[in-house]
Protein backbone atom coordinates (compact mmCIF):
# COMPACT_ATOMS: atom_id res chain seq x y z
CA UNK A 1 0.00 0.00 0.00
CA UNK A 2 1.28 3.69 -0.91
CA UNK A 3 0.07 6.64 -0.27
CA UNK A 4 1.29 10.55 0.44
CA UNK A 5 1.17 11.73 3.54
CA UNK A 6 3.28 15.00 4.34
CA UNK A 7 2.22 14.59 7.99
CA UNK A 8 3.34 11.30 8.08
CA UNK A 9 6.84 12.47 9.46
CA UNK A 10 7.23 15.67 11.50
CA UNK A 11 8.56 18.93 10.49
CA UNK A 12 11.33 19.36 12.84
CA UNK A 13 12.88 22.45 11.54
CA UNK A 14 10.12 24.91 13.26
CA UNK A 15 8.81 22.60 15.81
CA UNK A 16 9.86 24.49 19.09
CA UNK A 17 7.52 23.68 21.67
CA UNK A 18 5.35 26.54 22.51
CA UNK A 19 5.26 25.46 25.97
CA UNK A 20 8.01 24.01 27.94
CA UNK A 21 7.50 20.14 27.89
CA UNK A 22 6.43 17.91 30.36
CA UNK A 23 9.09 15.09 31.39
CA UNK A 24 9.28 11.81 31.01
CA UNK A 25 9.56 9.44 33.83
CA UNK A 26 12.61 7.32 33.10
CA UNK A 27 14.11 9.76 30.89
CA UNK A 28 16.77 11.96 31.36
CA UNK A 29 16.40 15.94 32.36
CA UNK A 30 17.43 19.18 31.01
CA UNK A 31 20.31 20.20 33.23
CA UNK A 32 21.49 23.76 33.78
CA UNK A 33 24.50 22.84 32.06
CA UNK A 34 22.27 21.90 29.11
CA UNK A 35 20.76 24.90 28.79
CA UNK A 36 24.30 27.18 29.53
CA UNK A 37 26.08 25.12 26.37
CA UNK A 38 22.73 25.08 23.87
CA UNK A 39 21.99 28.52 24.35
CA UNK A 40 25.60 30.14 24.21
CA UNK A 41 26.17 27.60 20.98
CA UNK A 42 22.70 28.93 19.24
CA UNK A 43 23.99 32.59 20.31
CA UNK A 44 27.37 31.69 18.63
CA UNK A 45 25.60 30.63 15.70
CA UNK A 46 23.51 33.12 14.99
CA UNK A 47 26.10 35.37 14.96
CA UNK A 48 29.03 33.17 13.16
CA UNK A 49 27.72 31.44 10.53
CA UNK A 50 25.86 34.01 8.55
CA UNK A 51 29.48 35.76 8.51
CA UNK A 52 30.84 32.47 7.84
CA UNK A 53 28.40 31.75 4.97
CA UNK A 54 29.08 35.78 3.38
CA UNK A 55 32.54 34.59 3.42
CA UNK A 56 32.65 31.38 1.77
CA UNK A 57 30.37 32.41 -0.84
CA UNK A 58 33.26 35.17 -1.88
CA UNK A 59 35.38 32.57 -2.04
CA UNK A 60 34.16 30.00 -3.92
CA UNK A 61 32.08 32.05 -6.32
CA UNK A 62 34.58 31.55 -9.39
CA UNK A 63 34.52 27.78 -8.50
CA UNK A 64 30.26 27.79 -9.24
CA UNK A 65 30.20 30.75 -11.39
CA UNK A 66 30.36 27.69 -14.64
CA UNK A 67 27.98 24.74 -14.73
CA UNK A 68 31.02 21.92 -14.33
CA UNK A 69 29.37 19.02 -15.84
CA UNK A 70 30.44 16.44 -14.43
CA UNK A 71 31.70 17.47 -10.76
CA UNK A 72 33.38 15.09 -7.91
CA UNK A 73 30.74 14.83 -5.71
CA UNK A 74 31.05 13.11 -2.67
CA UNK A 75 29.08 10.54 -0.94
CA UNK A 76 29.74 9.88 2.97
CA UNK A 77 28.15 7.14 5.50
CA UNK A 78 28.89 7.08 8.80
CA UNK A 79 28.53 3.16 10.35
CA UNK A 80 28.80 1.62 13.39
CA UNK A 81 29.28 -2.65 13.04
CA UNK A 82 26.20 -3.25 10.51
CA UNK A 83 28.53 -4.34 8.13
CA UNK A 84 25.60 -6.93 6.31
CA UNK A 85 23.02 -3.59 6.03
CA UNK A 86 25.47 -1.47 4.65
CA UNK A 87 26.58 -3.98 1.85
CA UNK A 88 22.65 -5.05 1.21
CA UNK A 89 21.34 -1.21 1.27
CA UNK A 90 23.51 2.03 1.05
CA UNK A 91 26.81 0.52 -0.63
CA UNK A 92 25.04 -0.69 -3.76
CA UNK A 93 22.74 1.72 -4.12
CA UNK A 94 25.61 4.48 -4.23
CA UNK A 95 27.54 2.53 -6.60
CA UNK A 96 24.67 1.89 -9.06
CA UNK A 97 24.47 5.56 -9.32
CA UNK A 98 23.64 6.24 -12.99
CA UNK A 99 26.00 9.54 -12.77
CA UNK A 100 29.44 8.14 -12.30
CA UNK A 101 32.21 10.76 -11.23
CA UNK A 102 31.36 10.26 -7.30
CA UNK A 103 33.72 9.06 -3.90
CA UNK A 104 32.40 7.13 -1.33
CA UNK A 105 33.10 7.80 1.86
CA UNK A 106 32.40 5.17 5.03
CA UNK A 107 33.30 6.43 8.36
CA UNK A 108 32.97 3.44 10.91
CA UNK A 109 32.89 4.45 14.45
CA UNK A 110 34.95 2.18 15.34
CA UNK A 111 33.43 -0.73 14.16
CA UNK A 112 35.07 -4.55 15.36
CA UNK A 113 32.46 -6.55 12.93
CA UNK A 114 33.25 -7.35 9.34
CA UNK A 115 32.67 -4.40 8.08
CA UNK A 116 36.41 -3.10 6.34
CA UNK A 117 36.55 -6.44 5.04
CA UNK A 118 33.21 -6.51 3.12
CA UNK A 119 33.93 -2.91 2.21
CA UNK A 120 37.06 -3.81 0.58
CA UNK A 121 36.45 -6.99 -0.75
CA UNK A 122 34.54 -4.26 -3.09
CA UNK A 123 37.38 -3.41 -4.87
CA UNK A 124 36.16 -0.18 -6.33
CA UNK A 125 38.55 2.43 -6.25
CA UNK A 126 35.79 4.67 -5.79
CA UNK A 127 35.25 3.94 -2.15
CA UNK A 128 37.30 5.06 1.26
CA UNK A 129 36.68 3.35 4.00
CA UNK A 130 38.17 4.47 7.57
CA UNK A 131 37.54 2.96 10.91
CA UNK A 132 38.04 5.33 13.93
CA UNK A 133 40.25 4.46 16.60
CA UNK A 134 38.13 4.88 19.30
CA UNK A 135 34.16 5.30 19.47
CA UNK A 136 32.60 8.67 19.71
CA UNK A 137 30.48 8.54 23.12
CA UNK A 138 30.53 11.99 24.29
CA UNK A 139 26.60 12.00 24.35
CA UNK A 140 24.31 10.31 26.91
CA UNK A 141 24.09 6.65 25.89
CA UNK A 142 20.19 5.69 26.06
CA UNK A 143 18.00 5.57 23.07
CA UNK A 144 17.72 9.33 22.81
CA UNK A 145 21.08 10.24 23.51
CA UNK A 146 22.13 7.80 20.42
CA UNK A 147 19.92 9.46 18.05
CA UNK A 148 20.17 12.88 18.64
CA UNK A 149 24.30 12.38 18.42
CA UNK A 150 25.46 8.98 17.88
CA UNK A 151 26.40 9.96 13.60
CA UNK A 152 27.86 13.55 14.65
CA UNK A 153 31.56 12.13 15.07
CA UNK A 154 32.04 10.00 12.07
CA UNK A 155 29.92 12.65 9.96
CA UNK A 156 31.84 15.53 10.66
CA UNK A 157 34.97 13.02 9.89
CA UNK A 158 33.68 12.61 6.22
CA UNK A 159 33.06 16.12 5.95
CA UNK A 160 36.93 17.04 6.71
CA UNK A 161 37.74 14.37 4.28
CA UNK A 162 34.93 15.03 1.53
CA UNK A 163 37.12 16.30 -1.63
CA UNK A 164 33.80 16.78 -4.07
CA UNK A 165 32.28 19.55 -5.13
CA UNK A 166 29.14 18.62 -3.88
CA UNK A 167 28.48 16.15 -0.63
CA UNK A 168 25.15 14.07 -0.40
CA UNK A 169 24.88 11.69 2.98
CA UNK A 170 23.12 8.05 3.06
CA UNK A 171 22.80 6.56 5.91
CA UNK A 172 23.96 2.62 6.34
CA UNK A 173 20.18 1.48 6.31
CA UNK A 174 18.99 3.78 3.53
CA UNK A 175 19.03 3.12 -0.08
CA UNK A 176 19.36 5.77 -2.96
CA UNK A 177 17.06 5.71 -6.39
CA UNK A 178 19.29 5.11 -9.38
CA UNK A 179 18.90 8.82 -10.37
CA UNK A 180 19.51 10.05 -7.41
CA UNK A 181 22.62 12.38 -7.73
CA UNK A 182 21.84 13.24 -11.12
CA UNK A 183 18.52 14.40 -10.29
CA UNK A 184 19.22 16.56 -7.70
CA UNK A 185 22.92 17.81 -8.98
CA UNK A 186 20.73 19.08 -12.13
CA UNK A 187 18.04 20.63 -10.35
CA UNK A 188 20.90 22.53 -7.91
CA UNK A 189 23.32 23.76 -10.93
CA UNK A 190 19.88 24.91 -13.02
CA UNK A 191 18.24 27.05 -10.15
CA UNK A 192 21.58 28.35 -8.79
CA UNK A 193 20.78 27.02 -5.29
CA UNK A 194 23.27 25.99 -2.95
CA UNK A 195 21.44 23.22 -0.98
CA UNK A 196 18.80 20.81 -2.28
CA UNK A 197 16.64 18.27 -0.43
CA UNK A 198 13.96 16.15 -1.78
CA UNK A 199 11.08 13.29 -1.23
CA UNK A 200 11.78 10.30 -0.50
CA UNK A 201 9.48 7.06 0.30
CA UNK A 202 9.34 5.41 3.63
CA UNK A 203 7.86 2.75 5.42
CA UNK A 204 6.37 2.20 8.86
CA UNK A 205 4.28 -1.20 9.79
CA UNK A 206 3.96 -2.21 6.20
CA UNK A 207 2.24 0.54 5.10
CA UNK A 208 4.69 2.78 2.26
CA UNK A 209 4.44 6.66 2.22
CA UNK A 210 5.79 9.01 0.19
CA UNK A 211 7.58 12.01 2.48
CA UNK A 212 7.07 15.32 0.35
CA UNK A 213 7.35 18.33 2.62
CA UNK A 214 5.77 20.32 -0.11
CA UNK A 215 3.09 22.27 1.85
CA UNK A 216 5.51 22.79 4.66
CA UNK A 217 8.04 26.04 5.32
CA UNK A 218 10.87 25.68 4.52
CA UNK A 219 10.95 22.72 2.11
CA UNK A 220 13.61 20.56 3.62
CA UNK A 221 13.33 16.98 2.59
CA UNK A 222 15.08 14.34 5.14
CA UNK A 223 18.69 14.05 5.42
CA UNK A 224 18.86 10.83 2.77
CA UNK A 225 17.92 13.80 0.28
CA UNK A 226 20.28 16.10 1.00
CA UNK A 227 22.82 17.56 -1.55
CA UNK A 228 25.07 20.62 -0.98
CA UNK A 229 27.98 22.79 -2.20
CA UNK A 230 31.02 21.46 -0.84
CA UNK A 231 31.89 24.95 1.09
CA UNK A 232 28.82 24.33 3.37
CA UNK A 233 30.95 21.73 4.91
CA UNK A 234 32.18 24.36 6.65
CA UNK A 235 28.71 23.79 8.70
CA UNK A 236 29.66 21.20 10.85
CA UNK A 237 27.14 18.87 12.83
CA UNK A 238 26.64 19.76 16.64
CA UNK A 239 27.98 17.15 18.86
CA UNK A 240 26.09 18.97 21.62
CA UNK A 241 22.94 18.78 19.77
CA UNK A 242 21.49 16.37 22.46
CA UNK A 243 21.59 19.17 24.99
CA UNK A 244 18.50 21.24 23.25
CA UNK A 245 14.88 21.28 23.82
CA UNK A 246 13.89 21.28 20.45
CA UNK A 247 15.74 20.09 16.95
CA UNK A 248 17.99 17.48 18.76
CA UNK A 249 18.76 15.98 15.78
CA UNK A 250 22.31 15.91 14.74
CA UNK A 251 20.75 16.63 11.10
CA UNK A 252 17.87 18.44 12.21
CA UNK A 253 20.15 21.31 14.03
CA UNK A 254 22.83 20.92 11.28
CA UNK A 255 19.76 22.05 8.31
CA UNK A 256 18.37 24.09 10.44
CA UNK A 257 21.80 26.32 11.10
CA UNK A 258 21.95 26.40 7.04
CA UNK A 259 18.68 27.83 6.69
CA UNK A 260 18.78 30.36 9.41
CA UNK A 261 22.53 31.89 7.68
CA UNK A 262 20.64 31.99 4.37
CA UNK A 263 22.17 29.31 2.33
CA UNK A 264 19.73 29.50 -0.92
CA UNK A 265 17.49 26.07 -1.15
CA UNK A 266 14.76 24.49 -2.99
CA UNK A 267 13.22 21.07 -2.66
CA UNK A 268 12.57 19.01 -5.72
CA UNK A 269 9.13 16.80 -5.30
CA UNK A 270 10.66 13.50 -6.73
CA UNK A 271 11.60 10.14 -4.66
CA UNK A 272 15.11 10.08 -4.64
CA UNK A 273 15.58 7.70 -1.85
CA UNK A 274 14.22 5.04 0.65
CA UNK A 275 13.68 4.57 4.17
CA UNK A 276 12.55 1.48 5.15
CA UNK A 277 12.99 -0.35 8.58
CA UNK A 278 15.76 -2.50 9.25
CA UNK A 279 15.12 -6.69 9.09
CA UNK A 280 12.45 -7.80 11.57
CA UNK A 281 11.47 -4.58 12.59
CA UNK A 282 8.17 -2.81 11.71
CA UNK A 283 9.09 0.99 11.71
CA UNK A 284 12.18 3.33 11.32
CA UNK A 285 13.51 6.82 13.07
CA UNK A 286 13.59 6.91 16.81
CA UNK A 287 10.36 4.53 16.65
CA UNK A 288 12.75 1.71 15.45
CA UNK A 289 15.12 2.70 18.92
CA UNK A 290 12.53 2.65 21.28
CA UNK A 291 11.16 -0.84 19.98
CA UNK A 292 14.44 -2.55 20.15
CA UNK A 293 15.04 -0.67 23.46
CA UNK A 294 12.33 -2.53 24.57
CA UNK A 295 12.96 -5.98 23.35
CA UNK A 296 17.00 -6.12 24.02
CA UNK A 297 17.79 -5.64 20.87
CA UNK A 298 21.19 -3.40 20.24
CA UNK A 299 20.89 -0.20 17.66
CA UNK A 300 23.34 2.19 15.74
CA UNK A 301 26.32 3.18 18.73
CA UNK A 302 25.73 0.57 21.06
Given at each position: MLITNQEAEPNYYFSKPEKKPKPVPGERARTFQDKTISGLNSARYAVEEPLKLRLLRMLHKKEYSTQEKNPLVTVYTPTYNRAKLLMERALPSVLDQSYKNIEYIIIGDCCTDETADLVKSMKDKRIRFYNLPKKCSNFPQ??????????????????????????????????????????????????????????????????????????????????????????????????????????????????????????????????VSYVFPRPGEQTIGIEAYKEAEKEGRKTYNE
Amino acid sequence: MLITNQEAEPNYYFSKPEKKPKPVPGERARTFQDKTISGLNSARYAVEEPLKLRLLRMLHKKEYSTQEKNPLVTVYTPTYNRAKLLMERALPSVLDQSYKNIEYIIIGDCCTDETADLVKSMKDKRIRFYNLPKKCSNFPQDVKGRWFAGPVGPSNVALDKAKGKWIARIDDDDSFTKDHIELLLRFAQEGNYEFVSAAYKAKRQGKEYVVDVKDIIPKIGGTSTWLYRSYLKSFKYNINCWRKNWNCVNDTDLVYRLYKAGVRMDFLDKVVSYVFPRPGEQTIGIEAYKEAEKEGRKTYNE
